[in-house]
């Protein structure tokens, strides 16, 4: 059973959320032959000053968002 796990920065919409967990559901089925039902998403939000790049904080490169 595929197990799918995604961390994102926090601020997406429940609309959104749910349409990525549909389409990485049907990408991943189509792949791999798997049936749909068996395949498992996960999304892990961060916030802004828990993900970092280049040492530096998300929320200072992008203090607006």
Same mark, same amino acid.
């Given at each position: +059973?595929?197990?799918?796990? &995604?961390? @994102? @920065?926090?601020? #997406?919409? &429940?609309?959104?959320?749910? $349409? @990525?967990? %549909? %389409?990485?559901?049907? $990408? &991943? /089925? ?7 039902? %068996?395949? #498992?998403? /996960? @999304?892990?939000? &961060?916030? $802004? ?8 904080? +998300?929320?200072?490169? #992008?203090?607006?968002?």
């Amino acid at each position: +059973m595929p197990f799918i796990q &995604v961390t @994102l @920065l926090e601020g #997406r919409s &429940v609309e959104q959320k749910h $349409a @990525l967990i %549909r %389409r990485l559901t049907e $990408a &991943v /089925a189509e792949e791999v032959g798997g049936d749909p039902q %068996r395949i #498992r998403v /996960a @999304l892990y939000e &961060v916030s $802004a000053d828990d993900w970092g790049i280049g040492g530096v904080p +998300m929320s200072v490169l #992008r203090p607006h968002g």
